[in-house]
Nanobody, 123 residues
Framework: VQLQASGGGLVQAGGSLRLSCAAS????????IGWFRQAPGQEREFVAAISWSGSNTYYADSVKGRFTISRDNAKNMVYLQMNSLKPEDTAVYYC?????????????????WGQGSQVTVSS
């Protein structure tokens, strides 16, 4: 599956952004989709994931209550709504896909990755 992330940008602390991930190729509705982020000098970290149907969502503790992941299988799209952004949310955000029915927060469990979208939150 090919993934394309978009929607990043520069925002002030407390602001909002919505990232989009467009997918093509493999049967999108059978894929777990995750969002990860990587700040300069840091390892890639899990942000959120969503199951095939969208009925199950998972979040890192650092974003719980502020970020919302959702998907539209008819449009082959996944979204990450980010509210109450903080400077520590600054990173390149990646969407990733994995087959199977089990959730994972490990980057190594995802076999397809988008190119990344820069999110910068100023204080």
């Amino acid at each position: 599956v090919q993934l394309q992330a978009s929607g990043g940008g520069l925002v002030q602390a407390g602001g909002s952004l919505r990232l989009s991930c467009a997918a093509s190729g493999r049967t999108f509705s059978r894929l777990f989709i995750g969002w990860f982020r990587q700040a300069p000098g840091q390892e890639r970290e899990f942000v959120a994931a969503i199951s095939w149907s969208g009925s199950n969502t998972y979040y890192a503790d650092s974003v719980k209550g502020r970020f919302t992941i959702s998907r539209d299988n008819a449009k082959n799209m996944v979204y990450l709504q980010m509210n109450s952004l903080k400077p520590e949310d600054t990173a390149v955000y990646y969407c990733a896909a994995r087959g199977g029915i089990w959730y994972s927060s490990q980057a190594g469990a995802y076999d397809s990755w988008g190119q990344g979208s820069q999110v910068t939150v100023s204080s």
